[in-house]
T-cell receptor, first 115, second 114 residues
Framework: AQKVTQAQTEISVVEKEDVTLDCVYETRDTTYYLFWYKQPPSGELVFLIRRNSFDEQNEISGRYSWNFQKSTSSFNFTITASQVVDSAVYFCALSAPGANSKLTFGKGITLSVRP | DTGVSQDPRHKITKRGQNVTFRCDPISEHNRLYWYRQTLGQGPEFLTYFQNEAQLEKSRLLSDRFSAERPKGSFSTLEIQRTEQGDSAMYLC????????????FGSGTRLTVV
């Protein structure tokens, strides 16, 4: 069975602070995919990143960076110099390869960035 | 293409009534998924179609729930005899077999059962 744990439930920071959102996963699959999604108040899930289990390189996209560590089953997400527009709920998700590719989500982390 | 469309955006219904939601996926996507998201939780998988075939249903999908995808295009999710516990956001997503595992989600239908 697959499981995603996002132990942090709510985080509040002041604009321009850096913030890291933690994600720990469990799976018996040797090949899998990890995702981060952003859910703003409008409700739509916005895709941020997909990472293959064989690719442990960290990734940076603008102010966003992701740290994938297979040894600790973690896929953490850092926002550098946070902005008010980053306020949202962030979900980490896990998928096994195969025909259905269904996602298993964590409970999400509510990030509030104060001006 | 404007993405995945869901209709309606909001639905308020009385307990015991039937409701139907519609999802229009991205036109070239042959996979379509339904998820349910309750307050404070992440989305949970309900069911999945590849073209018109419903290939998997979650245990969450009780007998009161039925999903269809005629002709492999749009999909409908019907809930019969709604209960207060059905109140949730119902999210639809689509993806392409050849496009890897990149999902596109719709904005969801928020159901409130009173």
């Amino acid at each position: 069975a697959q499981k995603v744990t996002q132990a942090q439930t709510e985080i509040s920071v002041v604009e321009k602070e850096d913030v890291t959102l933690d994600c720990v996963y469990e799976t018996r699959d040797t090949t899998y995919y990890l995702f981060w999604y952003k859910q703003p108040p409008s409700g739509e899930l916005v895709f941020l990143i997909r990472r293959n289990s064989f690719d442990e390189q960290n990734e940076i996209s603008g102010r966003y960076s992701w740290n994938f560590q297979k040894s600790t089953s973690s896929f953490n997400f850092t926002i550098t110099a946070s902005q008010v527009v980053d306020s949202a709920v962030y979900f980490c998700a896990l998928s096994a390869p195969g025909a259905n590719s269904k996602l298993t989500f964590g409970k999400g982390i509510t990030l509030s960035v104060r001006p | 293409d404007t993405g995945v469309s869901q209709d309606p955006r909001h639905k308020i219904t009385k307990r015991g009534q039937n409701v139907t939601f519609r999802c229009d996926p991205i036109s070239e996507h042959n996979r379509l998924y339904w998820y349910r998201q309750t307050l404070g939780q992440g989305p949970e998988f309900l069911t999945y179609f590849q073209n018109e075939a419903q290939l998997e249903k979650s245990r969450l999908l009780s007998d009161r729930f039925s999903a269809e995808r005629p002709k492999g295009s749009f999909s409908t999710l019907e809930i019969q005899r709604t209960e207060q516990g059905d109140s949730a956001m119902y999210l639809c997503a689509s993806s392409s077999v050849t496009g890897g595992f990149g999902y596109t989600f719709g904005s969801g239908t928020r159901l409130t059962v009173v």
